[in-house]
């Protein structure tokens, strides 16, 4: 059975609405994602929905996608569905062009991980694997369009630390699906972990408008190489650069304004991703 809810007040639209606080998502264990696009996408990675919330007035055709999706499914999804009051469902939604249902997901363990520390042992699980870092990427578009992109560029894992939330909305807006499939640690310890990285032969190249950097394009890349992208406004800290195996810059026109940390790591994964293509 399917219910509805035609009161801002009700108990549980209240609870949902809190998830656009941080420490409400981490609570709970939810996050939630507007649009048919995301929930399709949500589906076919098999990704754990605990309520789908439909807009009265779009009841028809978001019931003949919900179905269709289900029925390809290869995981049977056991959420609640509940019919919101165009009123109600205006509360929740934050797209101004809506499409008529959101989502409520569990967090995705199976992919995301918390790592305060990283031990030397645990290096042996990355030996193979394809690895980009970014440190304090506070944008959630910026940080967004880097999970897009890492997932794009074959990026096996994502290592993030003191960025934005990877479950604010606008992150899981602007990864576009990529969320539910890339492979992130969280750590509090990046520096360490690129240390980690050093000591373990792999190269870690630091992007900066420095000296000594060389020019992307004319560097010589690893199929093991692993960079490294730094915060939009003042780049990466002293101790990453320090630490780092070698660091590389984006040549462009004289006066051109830096690039945003999305579209930097955008251009650093596709150099390294057509390299290996050659």
């Known amino acids: 059975m399917i219910?509805?809810?035609?009161?801002?007040?009700?108990s549980l639209i209240v609870k949902l609405c809190k998830l656009d606080d941080r420490k409400q998502r981490d609570a709970e264990r939810l996050f939630r994602f507007d649009g048919i696009k995301l929930f399709c996408e949500a589906v076919n990675a098999n990704i754990t929905l605990e309520y789908v919330l439909i807009k009265e007035s779009d009841?028809?055709?978001?019931?003949?996608?919900i179905k269709e999706q289900f029925s390809q499914s290869k995981t049977p999804q056991n959420c609640e569905q509940l019919v919101l009051s165009d009123n109600v469902f205006e509360k929740l939604t934050e797209e101004k062009s809506a499409e008529g249902i959101i989502?409520?997901?569990?967090?995705?363990?199976?992919?995301?991980?918390?790592?305060?520390?990283?031990?030397?042992?645990?290096?042996?699980?990355?030996?193979?694997?394809?690895?980009?870092?970014?440190?304090?990427?506070?944008?959630?578009?910026?940080?967004?369009?880097?999970?897009?992109?890492s997932f794009a560029f074959c990026n096996d894992v994502l290592i993030l630390g003191g960025c934005a939330d990877i479950y604010n909305s606008r992150v899981?807006?602007?990864a576009m699906g990529a969320l539910?499939?890339?492979?992130?640690?969280?750590?509090?310890?990046?520096?360490g972990f690129i240390n980690g990285l050093v000591t373990n032969n792999r190269r870690v190249l630091a992007t900066a408008l420095d000296q000594n950097a060389q020019k992307l394009q004319e560097f010589s890349l690893l199929d093991n190489d692993c960079f490294v992208i730094g915060n939009e406004g003042h780049g990466l800290s002293k101790e990453a650069l320090n630490i780092s195996s070698a660091k590389v810059y984006i040549p462009m026109q004289t006066g051109s304004e830096s690039l945003n940390a999305g579209v930097a790591a955008s251009l650093c994964l596709w150099q390294r991703y057509s390299s290996h293509k050659q």
């Open 3 to 10: 219910f509805m809810i035609t009161s801002r007040q009700n």
């Open 59 to 65: 009841e028809e055709k978001i019931q003949s996608i």
């Open 103 to 149: 989502c409520i997901a569990k967090y995705i363990d199976k992919l995301h991980k918390i790592v305060k520390i990283y031990s030397n042992d645990d290096f042996s699980s990355l030996k193979d694997k394809n690895i980009l870092l970014v440190e304090d990427v506070r944008d959630p578009g910026n940080l967004g369009t880097i999970i897009r992109s």
């Open 172 to 174: 899981v807006r602007a």
């Open 180 to 191: 539910f499939k890339q492979e992130i640690i969280v750590t509090d310890d990046l520096v």
